[in-house]
């Protein structure tokens, strides 16, 4: 694979793990974090670190030198945020300084699909987007921002994301609230995954405005896996609310014609270890 210059914005669950794994295949990696400790461990990882707060706080050499691409993998946080996180969101883009210029190295956004709210049916890359949330907006508006300001991007909107320390046992299991819409299909990807396809991507390259859906090709029912993953874990569920049957598929075969063959595809909880 050809070397590249590539800058993580946004090393945390998923950017850190990322920077990890390009630095271990030779590139030459920035990392950007306002977290001292995960500073340390970019660091520690044979990256080069940079503090960056967006958007008020921004250290240009992330962004100089050779760069060739930025990967940006920051939080819509609409959970934290409501209504005010579609304009944070793009108040933070909107500070990356070479997204002004004409010499913009590519991109790849991480979105999600929760772009496309609650689309019923198989989803595809040309599915209308519809979202229904707080980040699901934000990151809409992402993508459009993009669309109007950069010279070469690729998106990839990533299903509900997984792995051994977010482990899908803990998403209702102990707690007070039951399996909404337990019928309907589940969509998710293991980070690892994500981060294939990401070296993926590096490796084929991309068209301006390439979207690809990201998402495990297994869609068991959401109350059977969840019960079944929280048993994994030694805990229970609250129960679970019926409905969602004909709940969203996403679909992520333009991916896999790419040649993406993602990490634990078929959601066997035997194949999730525990951290």
């Known amino acids: 694979m ?11 669950w998923l950017g850190l793990p990322l920077l990890k794994s390009l630095v271990a295949e030779g590139h030459h990696v920035n990392g950007s974090s306002r977290n001292p400790d995960t500073l340390a461990a970019i660091k ?12 008020d706080q921004i ?13 940006i993998t920051l939080p819509p946080r609409g959970r934290s ?39 019923s049916g198989v989803i595809t890359e040309t599915t209308l987007t519809q979202p229904n949330t707080h980040s699901g907006r934000a990151v809409e508006a992402a993508e459009n921002w993009l669309d109007s300001t950069a010279s070469t991007y690729a998106v ?19 707690s007070d609230r039951p399996i909404s819409q337990a019928d309907a299909p589940v969509n998710l990807v293991h980070r690892d995954g ?33 019960t079944a993953a929280a048993k994994s874990l030694g805990l229970e569920v609250k129960g679970t ?9 996403v679909s992520s075969q333009k991916l896999r014609g790419l040649g993406w ?3 634990w595809d078929d959601l066997d909880l035997k194949g999730l270890t525990l951290p």
Do not use: M
């Open 261 to 263: 063959k993602p990490t």
């Open 59 to 71: 250290n240009r050499g992330f962004f100089g030198g050779l760069l060739s691409t930025i990967i």
């Open 81 to 119: 945020l409501g209504e005010e996180a579609t304009a944070h969101y793009l108040e933070c883009l909107k500070a990356i300084p070479l997204l002004h210029t004409g010499s913009t190295p590519r991109i790849i956004f991480t979105s999600s699909t929760g772009i496309y709210g609650d689309t």
């Open 194 to 226: 994500v981060i294939e396809a990401i070296h993926l991507l590096l490796k084929k390259g991309w068209q301006r405005g390439d979207t690809y859906n990201v998402c495990a090709s297994a869609h068991p029912p959401k109350g059977g896996f969840y």
């Open 2 to 12: 050809k070397k590249h210059n590539i800058s993580v914005l946004g090393c945390g």
């Open 241 to 249: 609310d019926a409905g969602g049957a004909n709940g969203k598929i």
């Open 156 to 174: 990839l909107r990533l299903a509900g994301l997984v792995s051994s320390d977010r482990h899908p046992g803990r998403f209702y299991g102990g």
């Open 44 to 55: 520690a990882a044979g990256g080069q670190a940079f503090y960056n707060d967006l958007p």
